[in-house]
């Protein structure tokens, strides 16, 4: 079993900038990459980022490429979303995931998170 547990949420001004963390416990052995969704209230979860936790690969959904950075510490099992130029339409709650498959939907997914909200005000 894999725990995830994320951090850093907040409100912030458009154009600002916000760090999240997601701390992994239990068996992240089995854990091939993690990744980062949102949903907002009346939508579906979307697909946000993903890192591989070997060599640190990354990709990211065209809506945050450019402003989002994944990266991880393996030595501290934890993965962090830098997310600078926020835009109003980035407000969600922000969920870490950890999948078996390193895929970039959210069905590939095992374990989650329980989110941290991110409110960007104009």
């Known amino acids: 079993q894999v725990q995830l547990v994320e951090s850093g949420g907040g409100l912030v001004q458009a154009g600002g900038s916000l760090r999240l963390s997601c701390a992994a416990s239990g068996r992240t052995f089995s854990s091939y990459a993690m990744g980062w969704f949102r949903q907002a209230p009346g939508k579906e979860r979307e697909f946000v980022a993903r890192?591989?936790?070997?060599?640190?690969?990354?990709y990211y959904a065209d809506s945050v490429r450019g402003r989002f950075t994944i990266s991880r510490d393996n030595a501290k099992n934890t993965v962090y979303l830098q997310m600078n130029s926020l835009k109003v339409e980035d407000t969600a709650a922000y969920i870490c995931?950890?999948?078996?498959?390193?895929?970039?939907?959210?069905?590939?997914?095992?374990?989650w998170g329980q989110g941290t909200q991110v409110t960007v005000s104009s």
């Open positions: 890192i591989l936790w070997s060599d640190g690969t990354t």
């Open positions: 995931a950890a999948t078996r498959s390193g895929g970039y939907s959210k069905y590939e997914y095992d374990y």
